[in-house]
């Protein structure tokens, strides 16, 4: 009963965003779709709990992956998407934290951070010189 009431009032939502879009003239191909909506509030919902992520690594191991011959090798990481606003704006639980130096992810900066945001996933600069950690989720 839940899912249903939380459904209809996604649908009732995107009626009236797409009532509102046409009255504004907006362009047919830039009004989002009822799919991104859903994905977008289920994104928001599902990174607005304060719950720490399930392990993805369960079981015993894989004789596969150890071999004593061939170390197994660094893979190439594919950089975090950016978050939807609502989940960068919402003001709940991004805390600086720790990470392994990565590329700063602000457009225009070119420098190295070892700041991320626990929530966003994303390295952002954070020093004396420049706060693009508090730009990025107050602007």
């Not at 362009?27 to 720490?52: D, G």
């Not at 992956?65 to 950016?82: E, F, G, L, R």
């Amino acid at each position: 009963m839940i899912f249903y009431l939380i459904d209809l009032s996604l649908v009732n939502a995107w009626l009236l965003y797409r009532r509102y879009c046409t009255q504004l003239r907006v362009p047919e191909k830039k009004i989002m779709s009822l799919l991104t909506i859903r994905v977008n509030t289920a994104e928001a919902l599902l990174k607005s709990s304060p719950l720490s992520p399930v392990s993805a690594h369960r079981g015993r191991p894989s004789l596969q992956s150890i071999d004593k011959n061939n170390p197994p090798s660094q893979p190439t990481v594919a950089p975090n998407p950016a978050p939807t606003t609502s989940v960068r704006f919402d003001k709940y639980d991004h805390w600086p934290v720790a990470v392994e130096k990565g590329r700063c992810r602000n457009p225009g900066c070119m420098g190295y951070s070892r700041i991320s945001c626990s929530k966003c996933k994303l390295c952002r600069c954070l020093n004396k010189y420049n706060n693009l950690f508090k730009a990025y989720h107050h602007h």
